[in-house]
């Protein structure tokens, strides 16, 4: 375990690669069958392909609110 204190948007960007990865995952499966002149899948499938763009959004707030957190910090410093 590291000694440096964890910021307030690390869940944030673990949980959105995770739902990011998902989602990328669910688009691979969804668009193959296109290409391969199959039968499509369901609609669902479709829906599952939205979690890529929640799980970037996901992400892009962590990294807001981490950036947002090490600015507080150091702004006091600089005083």
Do not use: C
Not at 7 to 23: C, E, L, M, Q
Not at 26 to 38: D, E, G, K, R, S
Not at 39 to 63: K, N, V
């Amino acid at each position: 375990m590291s000694s440096q204190s964890a910021d307030p948007g690390d869940v944030y960007v673990k949980a959105g690669t995770v739902v990011f990865g998902i989602g990328a995952l669910a688009t691979l499966v969804t668009f193959v069958p296109l290409f391969l002149h199959l039968t499509p899948l369901p609609t669902a499938m479709y829906w599952l392909s939205m979690l890529m763009p929640a799980g970037f959004l996901s992400a892009l707030t962590g990294l807001f609110l981490n950036a947002r957190a090490q600015r507080a910090r150091v702004e006091p410093q600089e005083s």
